[in-house]
Nanobody, 130 residues
C-alpha cells in the first residue's frame, strides 16, 4: 500500500498559479511512476500529468502542456504539480496516483514498481474564478 495526501488546492483568479503537493508514505515511493488527474463538476476523470520514477520522463496532455509542470523529490517522497495560467476550465478536484506498472507503461513513463493496482489520494479542490 501507498498512502497519498494532496495539499495546496484553493481558490485562485484566472491567470494565476497554484502548486499542488502529494506526500507519500508506505511502500517505496521512489519506485513508482506518479500521475496527477482531475475531475471537474459533471465531468469524467481526466489525466493531467505523469512522471517516471527517476524524473527522466514526463508526459502531459495538450490541454495542460506548457502550463503545468510535474516534478518529484524522492528524498521527500513528494510529487508536485505547478499550475500556471489557470483558467476556469481548470476547476476540478485534483488527485495524485502512484501508478500501476500497466498504467505507467500506457502513459509512457518508466517505473520500477510491479504493482497491478494504482494508489490514490483523496484529492484537493482547485477553483479558478473568472
Amino acid at each position: 500500500q501507498v498512502q497519498l495526501v494532496e495539499t495546496g488546492g484553493g481558490l485562485v483568479q484566472a491567470g494565476g498559479s497554484l502548486r499542488l503537493s502529494c506526500a507519500a508514505s508506505g511502500r517505496t515511493f521512489s519506485s513508482y511512476a506518479m500521475g496527477w488527474f482531475r475531475q471537474g463538476p459533471g465531468k469524467e476523470r481526466e489525466f493531467v500529468a505523469a512522471i517516471s520514477w527517476n524524473s527522466d520522463v514526463t508526459y502531459y496532455p495538450d490541454s495542460v502542456k506548457g502550463r503545468f509542470t510535474i516534478s518529484r523529490d524522492n528524498t521527500k517522497s513528494t510529487v508536485y504539480l505547478q499550475m500556471n495560467s489557470l483558467s476556469p476550465e481548470d476547476t476540478a478536484v485534483y488527485s495524485c496516483a502512484a501508478l500501476s506498472r500497466a498504467n505507467a507503461q500506457a502513459l509512457g513513463v518508466t517505473t520500477r514498481a510491479t504493482d497491478e493496482n494504482d494508489y490514490w489520494g483523496q484529492g484537493t479542490q482547485v477553483t479558478v474564478s473568472s
